[in-house]
């Protein structure tokens, strides 16, 4: 499945490119390379290496919480070169990623892998509905001025709000407390989860979102198209869906941007394709970084 969406992504990206570079009388290549030479490269740069490292500082911060609340105490620059090096794994799928981090969790600190398999399943579920949930803000705030079809934000942030109610009732509420789905293993951090924790989750992650809307505005301006913040506010989260298919290159992403910036394919097919692209790489050489450390602290646990 995956394999054809990437197919249906690149074929539509080339029809859409060739399209543009033939109105320009122009061939793709050179097409592109005109694109990419009118690029603002050194303040696009040092703007994504800060955003980057910002990522890598929060992402580090929720799963440090979500241990202490649901599994053991664990400092927080402990588990920094656990989470830096899981992105060199996360070059290819994110989950898989999560998983290196359980394994890694396991052997170095006796952290029982299933009860890290869920606190990752657990992130994974909040992940998705503070996406929804800020694009459903992106919506109330500048819905009128979205394409048609963000309309159906609204019917998915009622339906996302019913299943999630049902969610935790199922997993906290007094009805079910013999129920066998509701006690496996992998499910183990929704049945100590609370509201509290769902709600803190979308505050610590929060402000991610809020500085990559004005991350991705002002890079926006750097390839030569301008977007304010409050504009690109209910289309952001809807990208970040789509960045969370492991298509290669992140072609669902980087088609996103061709698709709602119809009048500018080759700015958008090279922004969405930088942007996403420097992200995942340049978290893989922070975990480059740490993986001595990760290495050690691994085989050092190994050899006691």
Same mark, same amino acid.
Request: hydrophobic fraction near 55%.
């Given at each position: 499945?995956? @394999?054809?969406?990437?197919?249906?992504?690149?074929?539509?990206?080339?029809?859409?490119?060739?399209?543009?570079?033939?109105?320009?009388?122009?061939?793709?290549?050179?097409?592109?390379?005109?694109?990419?030479? /009118?690029?603002?490269?050194?303040?696009?740069?040092?703007?994504?290496?800060?955003?980057?490292?910002?990522?890598?500082?929060?992402?580090?911060?929720?799963?440090?919480?979500?241990?202490?609340?649901?599994?053991?105490?664990?400092?927080?620059?402990?588990?920094?070169?656990?989470?830096?090096?899981?992105?060199?794994?996360?070059?290819?799928?994110?989950?898989?990623?999560?998983?290196?981090?359980?394994?890694?969790?396991?052997?170095?600190?006796?952290?029982?892998?299933?009860?890290?398999?869920?606190?990752?399943? @657990?992130?994974?579920?909040?992940?998705?509905?503070?996406?929804?949930?800020?694009?459903?803000?992106?919506?109330?705030?500048?819905?009128?001025?979205?394409?048609?079809?963000?309309?159906?934000?609204?019917?998915?942030?009622?339906?996302?709000?019913?299943?999630?109610?049902?969610?935790?009732? @199922?997993?906290?509420?007094?009805?079910?407390?013999?129920?066998?789905?509701?006690?496996?293993?992998?499910?183990?951090?929704?049945?100590?989860?609370?509201?509290?924790?769902?709600?803190?989750?979308?505050?610590?992650?929060?402000?991610?979102?809020? /500085? /990559?809307?004005?991350?991705?505005?002002?890079?926006?301006?750097?390839?030569?198209?301008?977007?304010?913040?409050?504009?690109?506010?209910?289309?952001?989260?809807?990208?970040?869906?789509?960045?969370?298919?492991?298509?290669?290159?992140?072609?669902?992403?980087?088609?996103?941007?061709?698709?709602?910036?119809?009048?500018?394919?080759?700015?958008?097919?090279?922004?969405?394709?930088?942007?996403?692209?420097?992200?995942?790489?340049?978290?893989?050489?922070?975990?480059?970084?740490?993986?001595?450390?990760?290495?050690?602290?691994?085989?050092?646990?190994?050899?006691?």
């Amino acid at each position: 499945m995956l @394999f054809v969406i990437a197919v249906a992504c690149f074929t539509y990206l080339y029809y859409r490119l060739n399209g543009a570079a033939l109105r320009e009388g122009l061939s793709l290549a050179e097409y592109m390379l005109k694109v990419f030479a /009118a690029v603002n490269w050194i303040p696009w740069l040092l703007m994504m290496t800060g955003y980057c490292l910002f990522y890598f500082s929060i992402d580090t911060l929720i799963i440090t919480r979500g241990l202490n609340w649901f599994i053991k105490d664990i400092r927080y620059t402990d588990i920094m070169p656990i989470r830096a090096s899981a992105y060199i794994i996360s070059i290819f799928n994110e989950q898989i990623g999560k998983g290196a981090m359980a394994y890694y969790l396991n052997k170095r600190d006796q952290v029982p892998g299933w009860e890290v398999a869920s606190l990752m399943l @657990f992130i994974m579920f909040c992940e998705i509905f503070y996406l929804l949930v800020w694009a459903t803000i992106g919506f109330i705030i500048g819905g009128q001025d979205l394409p048609e079809v963000f309309g159906l934000i609204q019917y998915i942030a009622i339906g996302g709000a019913v299943f999630f109610i049902l969610w935790v009732f @199922f997993f906290r509420g007094p009805l079910f407390l013999n129920n066998r789905i509701r006690n496996l293993e992998i499910f183990y951090v929704f049945r100590l989860a609370k509201l509290k924790h769902y709600g803190a989750f979308f505050l610590l992650r929060s402000p991610l979102l809020i /500085a /990559a809307i004005f991350v991705y505005s002002k890079a926006l301006g750097f390839f030569g198209v301008e977007m304010s913040s409050m504009a690109l506010l209910p289309l952001l989260p809807v990208i970040f869906f789509a960045a969370t298919i492991p298509t290669p290159m992140r072609a669902a992403a980087i088609t996103s941007w061709v698709i709602l910036f119809p009048e500018n394919e080759g700015e958008m097919a090279a922004f969405g394709f930088l942007q996403h692209n420097f992200f995942i790489l340049f978290n893989a050489v922070i975990g480059l970084l740490f993986l001595p450390r990760a290495n050690r602290e691994l085989f050092g646990h190994k050899s006691k």
